[in-house]
C-alpha cells in the first residue's frame, strides 16, 4: 500500500540502524498519523512495537491494524480533557500570581491536585497544586521567561476571565514497564515525542516520556545498552496520493551512564537528567527535519533552493533535496535578519505571485525557450501524446473512481473532526492520507469482489462451457490489480505532459511575458548563488560554490554517499520501468523530431561517481570515461579535457 500511495519513499541512512540489541526510535515531525509509523516500520528493517494513543484503539480498523503490529497503548491526558464549568481569573498578577478564582466553577469536583488547567488558543496551561474551594484553586508558578506567559496573564486578568479545560493527571507505570520489558528482550520501541500528530511546518515541543523509557530501562536493567535513533519523516505534500515521502535516520545515540546514575538518585537530579538526554533528543532530530516556523517561510526556502543555481542545474535525488532545504532553513534562521536576506526574501515572494499569476511553475520557465514553428509543432505533439495516455489511463480510473470518492468524502469529513478536537492543527491535513488508506484497503478488494461477481453473473447466463464460465471471473479477479496499476502509471505521465502544455501555451501567446519572465529569473538566481556563495563558508565548512552547498557527506560516511547515489529499487520501481523509461524513450520529443536541449551547462555533461562500501565506484552513466578525484571528496568527476572532447562536433 505504502508503494502504491507513494510515487517514491527513498531511506537515508538506513545503514545507521543497529541490527541487534534494544532500540528506541523517535519520529518527527508526525506529520502523516498512522501512515508514518507503517514507513518507519517499512524502512528500519527491525521488528517494532509503537505506542499509540488509547482512544485510537477503539477506532474500527485503526485499532485492528494497531493490535497486529504489537501497539502499546498509551491513555493520554489530552484525550480525557473536559469542559470547565464557569469562568477563571487571576485576580493580581504581581502579589499572588498563585492563586485562581472562579465564576460559577466547581473545582472541587472536576479537580484534583496534579491536574491541568489548558486555556483556549494554546494560550497556556495551569498546573493544579491544591484545591481550596469550589472557587479557588493554587496552581504551579509558572516560569515568566515562557514565551506564552504574557498572553496567559492578559487572558485570565479580562473583566469576564477566561474559559478553560480540565486535564487530568494520569499515571503512566503500567506503560513505562512495558516498555522496559520490551526494550529488556532487546526489541524495538518506536515513539513520536511530540504527543501526537500535526500540520504545522515545524516540530511541536517534545514531551519527556521517550526520556523516562530510556533512562528507566537502563536504570531497571543494568549492562542494558539502549540506542536512541532519530529518524526525520520529510513529505513532499504528505496528504496527496503519488506524493513522495524521506525517511532519514539519525545517528544512535547512547546514553551517558552520568544520566542513568542521576535518574536513579530521583527528585531534581532525575529531572536535570531527563532534561538533558531530550535536549540532545531534540538536536538530533533537527539535524534529521526540515523545520520552518510556517509553511510561508517553507514556500520560500523551497523557491530559493530550485533557483540556487548549482541545485538548479543538477537532477537531485529527493534525500539530496531535503538535504539542501535543511541546510537553507539553518543558513536563513541564521541571516533573515540581515538587509541582503530581507531584500531577496521579498524578490523571491514577487518572483512566486508572478508564477501564480501565470499558472506556471518555477521548473516550466526554463523550458520557455523554443521558437515559433518548433513550439506550434512540440504543442500539437504533446497534445497527441496526452490523448494517448488519457486512453491508456481511462479503464483504470473509471474502475476505481467510487474508491476515490468515496476516501475523498470520508477523509475530508475525518480531517474536520479532528481539527475541531485539537489545539494545534491548522487544518487536519495529517489526517487526511490515514483514512485515503484506510478506505482503500477495504474498498479495493470489496469494489473488486464486487465486478468480479458481476463478471460471474454474466458469464453464468451464457450458453459456455463451464471452463470458461469459472475461468473468465477468475481472469477477473487477477487482472484488476494490474489494470489499476497499469492505469495509474499511465494517468501519471499524461499528468506530467499535461503539466508542460502551460509554458507552450504562453510561448505562443505571450512570447514578451515569457522572455520577460526567463530574465526575472535569471537574474533572481545569480543574486542567490552570489549571496549563498558569501555567506555559504560561514555556516558549513563543507561549503563548495562551485559543486553545490556542500562537497562532501555531512556525516562523513561512504556508505551513507553510497546510498544517495545508488539508490534502491522497490518492487514498484522495477516493475514501472517500461512505463517511465522504455516508453518514453520513444515517445521523447529529441527521438520524434531529432531535436536536442537548446541549453547545455557544464554541470550536463559531468558524470558523477561515488564510492560504494566494497570501495569500488559506480557512475551516474553507462560509460566508462577516465576519473579523477577532488582532494577531500568522495565524488569523482570526468577530468574537463575529457568533457571539453566530448562537447567538440565531429569531424
Given amino acids: 500500500m505504502c508503494d502504491i500511495f507513494f510515487r517514491e519513499i527513498r531511506s537515508r541512512g538506513s545503514h545507521k540502524v543497529p541490527l541487534t540489541g534494544p532500540v528506541i526510535f523517535v519520529a518527527a515531525p508526525h506529520n502523516n498519523q498512522f501512515v508514518d509509523p507503517l514507513i518507519v516500520m517499512r524502512e528500519c528493517h527491525r521488528r517494532v512495537s509503537f505506542l499509540i494513543a488509547e482512544k485510537s484503539m477503539h477506532q474500527r480498523g485503526i485499532g485492528t491494524l494497531a493490535r497486529l503490529v504489537h501497539a502499546i497503548p498509551v491513555v493520554r491526558p489530552q484525550d480525557l480533557a473536559d469542559n470547565g464549568d464557569g469562568r477563571i481569573h487571576l485576580l493580581n498578577a504581581k502579589t499572588n500570581p498563585t492563586l485562581i478564582s472562579g465564576v460559577d466553577t466547581r473545582f472541587l469536583q472536576k479537580v484534583r491536585p496534579q491536574d491541568t488547567l489548558i486555556l483556549p488558543r494554546s494560550a497556556g496551561k495551569l498546573q493544579v497544586v491544591r484545591v481550596i474551594s469550589d472557587t479557588e484553586v493554587e496552581v504551579k508558578k509558572w516560569d515568566p521567561s515562557d514565551p506564552r506567559h504574557s498572553r496567559m496573564v492578559t487572558m485570565l486578568t479580562k473583566p469576564d476571565g477566561a474559559a478553560y479545560k480540565c486535564v487530568p493527571h494520569v499515571e503512566q507505570d503500567g506503560v513505562y514497564e512495558r516498555v522496559y520489558d520490551e526494550l529488556n528482550n532487546g526489541e524495538c520501541i518506536t515513539i513520536f515525542p511530540e504527543g501526537g500528530s500535526h500540520d504545522r511546518a515545524e516540530m511541536l515541543p517534545l514531551k519527556a516520556g521517550v526520556t523516562i523509557m530510556a533512562l528507566g530501562a537502563a536504570a531497571k536493567y543494568p549492562g542494558l545498552d539502549v540506542k536512541i535513533v532519530p529518524c526525520g519523516l520529510n513529505y513532499f505534500h504528505a496528504h496527496r496520493f503519488r506524493s513522495r515521502a524521506v525517511i532519514e535516520f539519525g545517528n544512535p545515540i547512547t546514553i551517558p551512564a552520568d544520566l542513568i546514575e542521576k535518574f536513579k538518585q530521583g527528585g531534581n537530579d532525575k529531572r536535570e537528567a531527563c532534561s538533558s538526554l531530550l535536549e540532545t533528543i531534540s538536536y538530533a532530530l ?132 479532528a481539527l475541531k478536537g485539537s489545539s494545534v492543527k491548522i487544518s487536519g491535513r495529517d489526517v487526511l492520507a490515514t483514512w485515503k488508506f484506510l478506505v482503500g484497503l477495504v474498498l479495493i478488494p470489496t469494489l473488486y469482489g464486487l465486478y468480479t461477481l458481476i463478471v460471474l453473473g454474466f458469464s453464468l447466463q451464457t450458453d459456455w462451457a463451464w471452463k470458461w464460465k469459472l475461468l473468465l471471473p477468475l481472469a477477473t479477479w487477477n487482472m484488476l490489480p494490474f489494470i489499476s496499476y497499469a492505469s495509474m502509471r499511465f494517468g501519471e505521465n499524461g499528468m506530467d505532459v499535461y503539466k508542460s502544455l502551460r509554458p507552450l501555451y504562453m510561448a505562443l501567446v505571450d512570447p514578451d511575458s515569457t522572455r520577460s519572465l526567463r530574465s526575472i529569473r535569471e537574474n533572481l538566481s545569480e543574486d542567490i548563488s552570489n549571496l549563498i556563495n558569501e555567506y555559504g563558508p560561514h555556516v558549513f565548512s563543507d561549503f563548495d560554490p562551485n559543486g553545490g552547498v556542500y562537497n562532501t557527506d555531512p556525516s562523513k560516511d561512504k556508505q551513507r554517499v553510497s546510498e544517495l547515489g545508488e539508490g534502491r529499487k522497490t518492487f514498484s520501481q522495477i516493475a514501472s520501468e517500461f512505463v517511465n523509461a522504455t516508453a518514453m524513450d520513444w515517445l521523447d520529443d529529441k527521438n520524434i523530431f531529432n531535436w536536442s536541449r537548446q541549453e547545455e551547462t557544464d554541470s550536463s555533461d559531468e558524470t558523477l561517481y561515488f564510492l560504494d562500501k566494497h570501495g569500488t565506484i559506480s557512475a551516474s552513466t553507462s560509460d566508462a570515461e577516465p576519473y579523477h578525484r577532488t582532494p577531500g571528496s568522495l565524488a569523482f568527476t570526468k577530468p574537463r579535457s575529457e568533457r571539453r572532447r566530448r562537447r567538440k562536433p565531429t569531424q
Fill in 286 to 417: 533537527k539535524s534529521v527535519t526540515v523545520n520552518c516556523i510556517n509553511d510561508h517561510t517553507l514556500m520560500m526556502i523551497q523557491a530559493a533552493r530550485r533557483l540556487y543555481k548549482p541545485a538548479a542545474n543538477r537532477k537531485l535525488h529527493i534525500a539530496q533535496v531535503v538535504d539542501l532545504n535543511r541546510r537553507f532553513v539553518i543558513g536563513y534562521n541564521l541571516y533573515k535578519d540581515d538587509p541582503k536576506v530581507i531584500e531577496l526574501q521579498q524578490k523571491v515572494v514577487a518572483y512566486n505571485q508572478l508564477l501564480k499569476y501565470h499558472g506556471l511553475k518555477d521548473h516550466q520557465v526554463p523550458e520557455i525557450n523554443l521558437r515559433e514553428w518548433r513550439t506550434f509543432f512540440l504543442l500539437l505533439y504533446r497534445i497527441l501524446i496526452l490523448v494517448v495516455w488519457g486512453l491508456l489511463a481511462f479503464p483504470g480510473a473509471i474502475l476505481n473512481l467510487p474508491i476515490a470518492i468515496v476516501a475523498k468524502v470520508i477523509s475530508t469529513r475525518k480531517a474536520r473532526e
